[in-house]
């Protein structure tokens, strides 16, 4: 039994470093991205290309511990413990380890590293534990072994890392999962060469013409799917209150987002970027005037107000350049490290019911919590109306109950939310509130699948978003005719700065036309981006077209021959799930 382990001792090494690697190293559920993103969102040879640069990375990590030279053995140490303590350190604050786009934003953010540590101290206090734990155990590891690597071996390291650093940069960090050694330090020097840049934003060129609305909010959503709302399917109870006060909403239908992530569709909400500009390789978005500039000028005290961060960190491509233009920034999660993730938004709506009565002009952006993966942690585990549901750490996709844990989802952070908001604002109030989401949801594939994000074979579904305007006081005059099928995230930015009171002219002139005016009939046709606003990685430009669920049910299955449909009633019958209502 020694003799044969003695014999395979490398693989045995090999396994047990690997394990120790997926289960400390990498953060929970990373095993099932990779497989979503490579094997079925890109191909089986970058699944194939990713998994013998790890395997090459633990086996340069193992000739490294194992290595019969002292010198190189403490060299590792010393160079192992600080990307330990810093990814057990995310790890303890979020939940998951250190990656390429922590490292973008920590990079991107080191104005604000002094409020860090005063933040985190009993979180770098126990990955501080855990990481002295961690070496103990290896070095208690290389004692007990007598079996050591040739000093030459240690070769195998720079090799290793510099196939990692080209596949995290090809992947634009997407890939990012390997050992700490390789990950921290790779994850950084990544971030730097991809920095973008952080310009000073141009003044706003002009004064506001009219006095504007005096309570001005933008709520951003997070994975709202416009088609999965009771509002455009009147047979799904997703959001009862808001189709039974449709009448008080001014709706512009299933919406088009600029892109399928969070936080390039934020950063070109804020900025004002053209559909024309998209994908922004230029860099454009952050040196123009954004919206909290405009609204200054005006004489709003502005809000930012973020419901998905629990501490002072920015998202979303912003920086401390965007912070000169904010007056507060609030983040309801912060200091209450107790708090249910389904209670956020409650805390936001709350806000925002105190602002609409403050005196003076406010403007806030508000970025919700919303209904992002996994859906089970978005609303409180005793509201659960469809069912049966997944549970909360499910990896697994199974069709019916994704849309079932989904739609539960929409019932508390989208129809509860607005029940909180709506009978805590009167009209007396003065507040008119723009209502989108960031990017949608793919909820039409089962097993392991991205919900959004996707940069191959993209679900128009990711970009279908909600879109509306509630104004109690009936302070906007907006054209009677809507066009559904014609508005998208471009219509918001020229909408706010008519609603702050500039001129109606110049805004269209610089920015397009807005949700106050019928959309012309030469309107270019609707597209969103998958992947990188910015162009980098793997990404494209997709047109975007809605068709009414009926009328997309009964095309499909025409084309199919699957049936004879004689009538948009016998249609219906398709419709055995909420599928997709929107098409390429």
């Known amino acids: 039994m020694r003799q044969h382990f003695q014999k395979y001792f490398l693989w045995y090494a090999f396994a047990a470093l690997t394990l120790y690697v997926i289960t400390v190293e990498m953060r929970p559920g990373r095993l099932y991205f990779l497989l979503t993103y490579l094997l079925f969102q890109d191909s089986l040879l970058n699944l194939l290309l990713y998994l013998t640069c790890f395997g090459l990375s633990v086996i340069g990590l193992l000739a490294l511990l194992l290595n019969k030279n002292k010198v190189i053995f403490w060299a590792t140490a010393g160079l192992l413990a600080p990307c330990l303590l810093i990814s057990l350190t995310f790890r303890f604050i979020s939940g998951y380890n250190f990656m390429y786009s922590d490292a973008v934003l920590a990079w991107n953010n080191l104005a604000l590293a002094d409020a860090v540590f005063p933040n985190y101290a009993k979180e770098i206090a126990l990955a501080t534990g855990a990481t002295l734990l961690l070496l103990g155990c290896l070095l208690l590891f290389r004692r007990k072994t007598t079996w050591r690597t040739f000093t030459a071996s240690s070769a195998l390291f720079p090799l290793a890392a510099v196939a990692a650093f080209s596949l995290i940069k090809w992947s634009s960090g997407v890939v990012d999962d390997f050992p700490a050694l390789y990950r921290v330090p790779l994850g950084f020097a990544t971030a730097i060469s991809d920095r973008v840049p952080q310009p000073e934003r141009a003044p706003a060129p002009i004064l506001p013409t009219a006095q504007g609305i005096p309570h001005l909010f933008l709520i951003v959503d997070e994975s709202i799917t416009a088609t999965e709302l009771t509002l455009h399917q009147p047979e799904l109870q997703t959001t009862p209150f808001l189709f039974s006060v449709r009448e008080q909403l001014h709706d512009f239908g299933v919406a088009s987002s600029f892109t399928n992530q969070s936080g390039g569709s934020n950063i070109a ?120 549901i997944l549970s909360p750490r499910s990896i697994y996709k199974d069709k019916q109950r994704t849309l079932n844990t989904y739609h539960n989802a929409l019932r508390w952070t989208v129809d509860e939310f607005w029940r909180k908001l709506m009978l805590n604002i009167a009209p007396i109030d003065s507040t008119v509130i723009l209502y989108t989401s960031d990017h949608g949801q793919n909820l039409n594939q089962a097993g392991i699948s991205l919900t959004h994000a996707s940069v191959h074979n993209t679900s128009p579904q990711e970009a279908a978003v909600p879109l509306w305007l509630w104004d109690s006081g009936n302070l906007v005059q907006l054209d009677e005719v809507k066009k559904p099928g014609k508005y998208s995230h471009a219509h918001i930015f020229p909408t706010l700065l008519q609603l702050q009171g500039y001129s109606p002219i110049w805004v269209r002139q ?52 699957e049936a004879k449909i004689r009538s948009m009633r016998e249609a219906r019958q398709c419709l055995v799930y909420p599928g997709p209502t929107v098409r390429l």
Request: overall charge neutral; proline content about 9%; some cysteine.
């Open 269 to 388: 909400l804020m900025s004002g970027t053209r559909l024309s500009e998209i994908p922004d390789n230029s860099f454009k978005t952050f040196s123009r005037t954004n919206i909290f500039q405009f609204a200054q000028k005006a004489g709003y005290t502005t809000y930012y107000i973020d419901a998905q961060q629990a501490g002072p960190v920015l998202q979303n491509f912003m920086s401390p350049e965007d912070l000169k233009y904010i007056d507060q920034v609030e983040r309801p999660a912060e200091g209450k490290p107790d708090l249910p993730y389904y209670e956020r938004d409650m805390l936001v709506a709350q806000r925002l019911a105190q602002l609409a009565k403050a005196p003076g002009k406010v403007f806030a952006y508000v970025v919700k919590a919303g209904a992002h993966w996994p859906y089970a942690r978005t609303y409180p585990p005793d509201s659960v109306f469809f069912s049966p």
């Open 510 to 561: 610089q920015y397009g036309s807005s949700l106050l005016e019928t959309p012309s009939s030469k309107a270019p046709q609707r597209i969103f981006l998958s992947g990188d606003l910015f162009g980098r990685g793997p990404h494209s430009v997709i047109p975007f077209e809605w068709k009414d669920k009926e009328e997309q049910c009964f095309f499909e299955l025409f084309l199919k021959k």
